[in-house]
């Protein structure tokens, strides 16, 4: 398994277009993919369970991978997430 | 020979166009639906989300290429919230409770809704009608039902009941007419096609389930028909009709940059009542020059919660700057018992419209008054704003609003927040007591607004609803018009200034006898102005004087009434 801790610093947070696209890239990989944050832990490629855990600017999750592609899951994810989503 | 039916015309005009059958109650289907084997039935709904989900692409696809980004992005949202894996796990749950696919999507879409609506952010929780429509997507494509089509020309949205996103959701060129089977005249639906002035015609009944969809139609809004395929020469009947409102509409039109002026240099400000910020953009398409009734109800209902200040804020500051510098009266909470909200626990009243409501509650509830004086305080900044309190009866209350105001203004220079130091203060003059204390109220008010609606049934204990006494609801009874009168000149006395916002204020003859008083706005459903201001632009305020000198004299409303039908 990989993981990687980061934190949502685009200014809207986690919301429905965002939301749908990291959904759609973890979406593309074949591992299990899971996100932590605010003490629970849900699944990555369900834009439903992501958008419930209300992550606004500054929670901080941590995004983990299980299976082949986990390294590149983890690693492209949170560049997604470091790069505010392409906003700003 | 057309098909006819006959229902209540509440918004005048005649519409063609075809019909789209909209917000069906899907009882019926769900209730003819024969589900098989549990097993099968996941299959059912499994097989449903992949081709709905294919469906959604295809229409993505399309709204793309036509440039509509915006739909394309929320339609794309739904697809991804068909394809949820976390959705199909709970639908499989869901069949094995109730045994029936589509009741098992809408059970599970339903519960993923509810999980929306508690969380704390407003964005978040406004999305729990995204889950509701694409649970109700899956379950009609399920029960074979079609998705109304917006294909070319214009519609007439038909259906038992219409939720009012369906219409707020079209864009309005597109809809000529609405058709609603149920009664109601005040439903959200007909309060929107109001605003935007769309013929409809409510009160159809069951009938309303014999019109299909796509049947080209004519309604006629001032006598309630509705013609079902109609023939070239029915069709052609309507033609000097449709003519004579075209030109009309042409007429009015024009009268959009002209003042409300008399021939002899009298001004009324003619300015309109809203349900939310996107109203004023009809209004001021009417010639509106500001708001004079702003229902913040809109920000309090369907809420689980009382809504933030921040939010508040966004919805005000947007009505205000859409104002464009004119005035923006906001009126707070006006609800009470009988629309009942999760955290304003009024409890069983035997008359909730005498009872525990609108500014009794606010003063009682900080919790909830402050958050909106601070968001309408703040929201000033970005033009002009006014604060209106609802149901006054006395000088006391008055104060006490008065006192919240300015200690919400201090709370917001502690929070380093910026605000408007001019926003005026009025109250609603809805009661007789408060009509009656107008010259003591005149002293601390900034203005008075009489909203008629009830103070016509609170001054002639009459219900407007109840039909066998309707004959005695008349906004020209002799002892309301003595009411106002003494509103409007307790007001004038003091330098201050009095408008009207119920519905009185859109009657052309009501308003030359308001006029006359010495009344400054009147503020109405924006596509009642320019038949108003026709009516004022053609009158000297001398004649007006003339003609409520004489109305003042006569002892009975109908006899007012009848003679100012002869003078127009």
């Known amino acids: 398994m990989t993981e990687a801790t980061t934190t949502i610093e685009n200014k809207t947070g986690i919301h429905a277009r965002p939301a749908s696209q990291f959904v759609q890239k973890a979406s593309s990989f074949k591992s299990k993919i899971q996100i932590k944050a605010k003490g629970k832990t849900v699944d990555a490629k369900s834009i439903l369970m992501i958008m419930s855990m209300g992550l606004v600017k500054g929670t901080e999750i941590t995004i983990s991978a299980d299976g082949p592609d986990e390294a590149d899951a983890v690693a492209a994810l949170k560049q997604m997430v470091d790069d505010k989503f392409g906003e700003e | ?568």
């Open chain 2, 1 to 568: 020979m057309a098909e006819k039916m006959k229902g209540k015309g509440v918004i005048s005009g005649v519409a063609v166009g075809k019909i789209m059958l909209a917000g069906q109650n899907l009882d019926g289907y769900l209730k003819d639906y024969k589900p098989k084997k549990k097993a099968d039935e996941k299959k059912v709904a499994a097989d449903a989300l992949v081709k709905v989900a294919a469906n959604l692409v295809k229409t993505i696809e399309d709204l793309n290429k036509k440039d509509m980004k915006e739909q394309a992005a929320i339609l794309e949202a739904h697809r991804m919230m068909v394809e949820d894996p976390a959705m199909s796990a709970a639908i499989d749950e869901q069949v094995d409770k109730s045994g029936s696919a589509p009741r098992a999507v809408l059970d599970a879409y339903e519960s993923q809704a509810q999980l929306f609506e508690q969380m704390e952010d407003e964005y978040f929780r406004g999305r729990a009608v995204d889950m509701r429509d694409v649970g109700k997507r899956i379950a009609k494509f399920i029960l074979g039902i079609k998705e109304p089509e917006i294909g070319e020309g214009k519609v007439i949205v038909a259906g038992q009941e219409i939720e009012p996103s369906v219409i707020a959701g079209l864009p309005s060129d597109k809809i000529a007419g609405v058709i609603l089977g149920q009664g109601s005249t005040t439903s959200h639906a007909i309060i929107i096609a109001k605003t935007r002035a769309i013929p409809s015609i409510v009160g159809v009944g069951d009938a309303i389930e014999k019109i299909a969809d796509g049947d080209p139609v004519i309604i006629d809004g001032d006598t309630g028909d509705i013609l079902i395929r109609p023939t070239a020469e029915e069709r052609a009947s309507y033609d000097v009709k449709i003519k004579k409102q075209e030109e009309l509409k042409a007429h009015y039109a024009a009268l959009k940059e002209l003042p409300a002026i008399t021939t002899d240099g009298v001004k009324v400000e003619l300015v309109a009542n809203i349900g939310s910020p996107a109203d004023v953009d009809a209004a001021n398409n009417y010639g509106a020059e500001g708001v004079g009734l702003f229902r913040s109800e809109f920000v309090f209902m369907g809420k689980t919660d009382i809504p933030k200040e921040e939010d508040q804020f966004k919805e005000y500051k947007a009505a205000v700057e859409k104002c464009n510098g004119h005035l923006c009266v906001i009126r707070t909470m006006d609800i009470g018992g009988d629309k009942p909200l999760p955290y304003i626990q009024v409890g069983t009243e035997e008359n909730p419209f005498l009872g525990y409501r609108a500014i009794r509650i606010s003063l009682q509830r900080r919790d909830l008054f402050m958050p909106q004086l601070k968001a309408i305080l703040r929201a000033g900044k970005f033009g002009k704003a006014g604060i209106m309190f609802p149901m006054v009866i006395n000088v006391e209350e008055f104060k006490a609003a008065q006192k919240m105001v300015e200690e919400a203004k201090a709370e917001l220079v502690h929070e380093g927040k910026d605000y408007a130091d001019n926003v005026q203060l009025g109250i609603m003059v809805e009661t007789p007591a408060a009509a009656v204390m107008t010259p003591i109220l005149a002293k601390y008010v900034d203005f008075f607004s009489i909203g008629t609606n009830d103070l016509v049934q609170y001054t002639l204990a009459v219900d407007r609803g109840n039909a066998q006494i309707a004959y005695l609801y008349n906004h020209f009874n002799p002892a309301v018009l003595r009411l106002i009168k003494r509103t409007i000149e307790s007001a004038n006395k003091e330098g201050k200034w009095a408008g009207m916002c119920g519905e009185m204020a859109s009657d052309p003859n009501a308003a030359i006898l308001l006029m006359a008083m010495g009344i400054k706005e009147l503020s109405m459903s924006a596509p009642s102005i320019p038949k108003v201001k026709e009516r004022i632009r053609n009158i000297s305020s001398a004649k007006a004087k003339e003609i409520l000198d004489k109305v003042m004299e006569m002892e009975d409303g109908n006899e007012i009434k009848a003679y100012l039908s002869t003078i127009s």
